[in-house]
Antibody
């Protein structure tokens, strides 16, 4: 059974960098599929952040592209999100997910709440 | 059009059939498959429909999807109280080279 688990800082100060990691079990990232990050600000809808392949190839939301880095570590079977220069608008539950058949996200982590506040 | 439009809310009574629409454009729904997600409070989103009309294993047959041109729909028949959730459509946008999510539809079972 494929399982994903996010780990994040919980609280990040404005203007600093947010980093969240997604540990994957039950499937080797090296075997394929894109792996993605999606977030949900409080009271709002889902927002796609980006995807990464096991080669490191990534696609990022144009509205976040200048601040986002998505990387993969196949030796640890995890992938990571880094978001620079955060503001309160980046407060959200951050989800990691696997993009499977039909490019649908078929396996998701439980999400981690990251709050940006002083 | 670089957005996907969904009605903010929908409702129905137990046993009824409800549909949720998702409208895009030529570079999004018009060119790519649509996926649908169910999101219950406090839980991770769940893939309900992929590739316009395919159900993952374990998703009841009363959930169905369709696509025509630049629009897609999710239909739920035999509505149940546990279907009360937020529903999102999503697809790839060719020009943006990224995934678009609709704004979400909150389904209330009366």
């Amino acid at each position: 059974q494929v399982q994903l688990q996010e780990s994040g800082p919980g609280l990040v100060r404005p203007s600093e960098t947010l980093s969240v990691t997604c540990a994957v079990s039950g499937y080797s990232i090296s075997s394929g599929f894109y792996w993605g990050w999606i977030r949900q600000p409080p009271g709002k809808g889902l927002e796609w952040i980006g995807n990464v392949y096991n080669t490191g190839t990534s696609y990022r939301n144009p509205s976040l592209k200048s601040r986002v880095t998505i990387s993969v570590d196949t030796s640890k079977n995890h992938f990571s999100l880094t978001l620079k220069s955060v503001t309160a608008a980046d407060t959200a539950v951050y989800y990691c997910a696997r993009q499977g058949r039909g490019y649908g996200y078929d396996y998701w982590g439980q999400g981690t709440l990251v709050t940006v506040a002083a | 059009q670089s957005t996907l439009s969904q009605p903010p809310s929908a409702s129905g009574t137990p046993g009824q059939r409800v549909t949720i629409s998702c409208s895009g454009g030529p570079s999004s729904i018009g060119s790519n498959a649509v996926n649908w997600y169910q999101h219950l409070p406090g839980a991770a989103p769940k893939l309900l429909i992929y590739s316009n009309d395919q159900r993952p294993s374990g998703v009841p047959a009363r959930f169905s999807g369709s696509k025509s041109g630049t629009s897609a729909s999710l239909a739920i028949s035999g509505l149940q109280s546990e279907d009360e959730a937020d529903y999102y459509c999503a697809t790839w946008h060719d020009s943006l080279s990224g995934v678009l999510f609709g704004g979400g539809t909150k389904l209330t079972v009366l």
